[in-house]
């Protein structure tokens, strides 16, 4: 293992075992500062894994991840969060209830304890904080209207911007775009090169189009190896890569 790095995340000989299935197999790779890293791969890679891995979700049968120097494999889910590690599923799960401003509201982070809770209220940080983010996620139109009357693609735009109002330092998300229209996709991918002016992300996607829209670096899993690394034209100038994907 190695001792400090430069790096905001490093992920070194990760393993993770299902019944004697790796379904993460000594996976070393390592993100820098405001980047942008896509994780590619066939179904079955292992990569959602390798996300439920890094936020706490499954524990590590082996290896490490490091998170600004600090070991996360023996760190609780909500200290990975408070250690500033954000992570959207692939289903939004936002208050469908709640208006946009409610929602963004909730997940301001002094809501956290209870005392925090009982003392919170609507001051006018807060209510900056909340038109910032969602002019960023293109809602501040739609700061009054129910959750559940949004589209699909502003439901995960406000699902983003509740974790943007916790102001993590890397952000993962998982298939942002699926179901998205056209339109919608190219405006994700706006918001994303956005925010990663101070921010890192780790995303995994499908749409090879979005992918060449926001990845700085690209790492492709097979069965739950590192197969490739690079920009996205190195990696799929990769024979052993286009031998996986044409084999599907």
Not at 92 to 108: A, G, H, W
Request: aromatic share 6%.
């Amino acid at each position: 293992m190695s001792s400090n790095t430069d790096f905001l995340l490093a992920v070194e000989d990760l393993t993770v075992s299902f019944d004697g299935f790796k379904a993460v197999d000594g996976l070393t790779f390592y993100v820098d500062e405001n980047e942008i890293r896509v994780i590619i791969g066939p179904n079955g890679a292992g990569k959602t894994t390798v996300l439920d891995l890094i936020c706490g979700r499954t524990k590590a049968s082996s290896g490490s991840i490091k998170y600004r120097d600090r070991e996360l494999t023996d760190m609780r889910e909500h200290q990975i969060v408070h250690a500033g590690v954000g992570r959207k599923f692939q289903n939004p799960s936002i208050y469908e209830d709640l208006t946009v401003f409610e929602n963004l509201e909730i997940s301001f982070p002094r809501g956290r304890t209870v005392f925090g809770a009982l003392a919170f209220k609507r001051d006018a940080e807060v209510i900056d904080r909340v038109e910032e983010v969602a002019e960023s996620i293109f809602l501040a139109d739609q700061l009054n209207r129910r959750a559940e009357l949004l589209s699909h693609g502003q439901k995960q735009w406000l699902e983003i911007g509740m974790l943007l109002i916790q102001e993590p330092e890397l952000l993962m998300l998982d298939e942002p775009v699926a179901g998205m229209s056209v339109a919608e996709r190219i405006k994700t991918a706006e918001l994303l090169n956005r925010i990663a002016s101070n921010r890192s992300m780790l995303v995994i996607e499908h749409d090879m189009k979005f992918v060449e829209d926001i990845a700085h670096k690209v790492t492709v899993l097979h069965q739950g190896k590192k197969l490739s690394e690079g920009s996205m034209e190195a990696v799929q100038a990769d024979p052993k890569v286009i031998e996986v994907y044409l084999g599907h």
